[in-house]
């Protein structure tokens, strides 16, 4: 199932305490925006992966996670949600290739992302 093209991806729609933002990241080289997240490696388990992803990328754990969708975008896709607590603070490994930035809903629609992401987010974004 798993081989050195990584067929399986996990992807997090990170919502903002106050829920009035999602967290992206940015890829200036590349000139384009995705979830947070990543591959899952031989033997691992997509929730370890996710897990381990948010760590490398961003210094940070997330408690209340869940998978709640897959999709489809050049590989399997499996999607958590999960609400940021207030006091989170994201650390990127390296800001010249990668960082994030908390993005409001009215401007997920001009983000340059895949349209799969973009949905995710949409119909998962929390209600008050």
Do not use: C
Not at 21 to 42: F, N
Not at 69 to 93: M, S
Not at 95 to 118: G, S
């Amino acid at each position: 199932m798993f081989h050195d093209k990584h067929y399986v991806s996990t992807k997090l729609a990170l919502y903002s305490s106050d829920l009035q933002t999602v967290l992206i990241m940015r890829y200036p080289k590349r000139a384009i925006s995705g979830l947070p997240g990543g591959h899952v490696d031989r033997g691992e388990t997509p929730d370890d992966a996710i897990v381990r992803e948010l760590m490398e990328e961003l210094s940070i754990t997330v408690d209340n996670m869940k998978r709640v969708d897959f999709f489809y975008n050049n590989r399997i896709i499996l999607a958590y949600t999960a609400i940021a607590p207030a006091d989170i603070v994201i650390t990127p490994t390296d800001p010249k290739y990668e960082y994030a930035e908390w993005v409001a809903k009215d401007d997920i629609q001009t983000t340059k992302m895949a349209p799969e992401y973009i949905r995710f987010i949409l119909q998962n974004w929390p209600k008050f």
